[in-house]
């Protein structure tokens, strides 16, 4: 019989900590986010750059946070295999020559970062571009690709799931390691 | 989220989930074709095939431009020129492309039916850009993006469609999608271009009094008479079909309201529209033509992917 483990990674209290910390960390090599941009990944990342912007407003003044959300479904790689309805993409700003910072949830095979960095480029030639997770699944990559800021590392087998869960869509707050 | 149906052949086929799935994609494809780069990998391994048996200036440009946004590979056939002229059959013709790996036909062809034929016999995904007198469904689902943009919702909408309903395919395909959307419409046009069970087969109000169409609706869509396809006369001259159906500056003014004015092209101007409204405040014919790509963008993304 198969065994339907649970383990929870982070609580809600822990969420909110690292989530400080990453925003320190952000604002830290980005004084002030002088020529800097945030951009969240839709659909699951926006709950926790809306986190992250939240935490930058406590430490920087807000007219100077350009945030924007970036849709990365056109430029998956697995067209063929899966369908993907798109979200929004809403960059109200200009990226070329700017210090991009993008955020996701959970950093996992680096597949969708690969996507995320071919978006991007169709707003324009950025100066720098950094990579913010609260977790990644490091060993699990299938891509060179490894993030700048990371919430939590952890070490999973490809059968494993990792679940965020986010008050404001799922009524709780913690993120989980299912077995299956 | 699929569609459920893997050819788009007409919108009499579609369910309401996928138009409003097709057309929340096509907001997506209208901002990526806001971009510096206008264009997305999505379809970067797939080849399409603009199968055109009839004339086309918009829709063939369209569905191009479309494709090429779409990082697909095209492929553009036209009657003239082809062997078809030596009288092969459609389906050889198809065959014989197909044979070199084409994953998607779009058509328009002057006989109705002429996709769904082609849809039996071969394992490409077929969009309909056209056949005959029966639906045009592309050009539904772009005017239905281009009221969506301008009035937020369809439900309630009221829609006069004015003209040769008879021999209008987008006339068939706006009335399928309307209906499913639960917009209000009504047809306008001369006793001889609406066909007789109109309102029994397809649950619309006929009016044939324009003036009295336009002030009881929000949007007319105005269609061209398609003397190709009448064989016999049905009105006496395009003289006088325009002085009693056509429309001007004047009748709109006369209206005492202000009315959205939709065509879906090539307009005859000086007949069923005048330039100066053509041309004027209330039309947003440029804008449906502008929101044609981004919708075909979003048929052809939901159509290409197949897990099989």
């Known amino acids: ?180 | 989220m699929k569609l459920s149906t893997k050819n788009l052949l007409g919108i009499k086929d579609l369910q309401k989930e996928d138009i409003e799935t097709i057309l929340s994609t096509a907001t997506q494809f209208k901002d990526v074709l806001q971009r510096p780069v206008k264009k997305v990998p999505s379809l970067r391994d797939v080849t399409i095939l603009n199968l055109f048996y009839e004339n086309s200036t918009r829709t063939r440009i369209s569905f191009e431009l479309a494709e090429k946004r779409l990082s697909a590979d095209t492929i553009n056939f036209t009657v003239s020129g082809s062997s078809a002229a030596k009288g092969e059959t459609l389906l050889d013709t198809v065959n014989n492309i197909l044979s070199m790996k084409v994953d998607m036909v779009v058509m328009r062809h002057s006989a109705s039916g002429a996709p769904h034929f082609l849809a039996k016999h071969i394992p490409a995904a077929i969009v309909n850009a056209g056949d005959g007198i029966n639906e045009h469904p592309t050009q539904a689902l772009l005017d239905a993006f281009s009221m969506l943009e301008k009035f937020g919702s369809l439900k309630g909408l009221k829609v006069a469609i004015i003209g040769d309903i008879m021999h209008s395919r987008v006339a068939l395909s706006d009335i399928y999608l309307l209906t499913k959307m639960g917009a209000e419409i009504v047809v306008a046009g001369p006793p001889t271009l609406i066909p007789k069970y109109i309102t029994e087969a397809l649950g619309v109000r006929v009016e044939y009094n324009v003036k009295k169409a336009l002030q009881w609706c929000d949007v007319a869509n105005v269609l061209r008479i398609q003397l190709e396809r009448q064989n016999q006369p049905l009105f006496s001259s395009l003289r006088e079909y325009s002085l009693a159906y056509g429309i001007n500056r004047r009748l709109l003014e006369s209206l005492g309201k202000e009315i959205t004015i939709m065509h879906p092209g090539p307009i005859n101007r000086g007949v069923e529209l005048d330039s100066d409204v053509a041309d004027g405040p209330s039309s947003i014919i440029l804008h449906q033509v502008e929101n044609g790509v981004a919708v075909r963008m979003a048929v052809l993304y939901l159509l290409a992917n197949r897990e099989n």
């Open chain 1, 1 to 180: 019989m198969k065994n339907y483990g649970v383990k929870t990674i982070l609580t809600e209290n822990q969420i909110e900590l690292t989530v400080k910390r990453l925003a320190h960390q952000i604002h830290e090599n980005h004084l002030y986010l002088k020529d800097t941009v945030i951009l969240g990944l839709q659909p699951r990342g926006i709950f926790f750059s809306d986190r992250i912007v939240n935490e930058l407003k406590l430490l920087v003044d807000p007219a100077f946070i350009h945030y924007g959300k970036l849709d990365i479904t056109f430029y998956r790689d697995d067209i063929r295999k899966h369908l993907h309805i798109a979200n929004k993409t809403d960059i109200p700003f200009d990226i070329e020559n700017k210090n991009v910072v993008i955020l996701d949830d959970v950093l996992y095979k680096g597949r969708t970062i690969r996507a995320a960095l071919d978006a991007l480029l169709a707003f324009g030639r950025p100066s720098k571009v950094e990579l913010c997770v609260l977790i990644d699944r490091r060993f699990s990559r299938e891509f060179p690709i490894q993030p700048d800021y990371c919430g939590q590392a952890i070490d999973t087998f490809i059968s494993q799931k990792v679940k965020v869960y986010w008050k404001e869509k799922d009524e709780k707050e913690c993120i989980e390691l299912l077995d299956s």
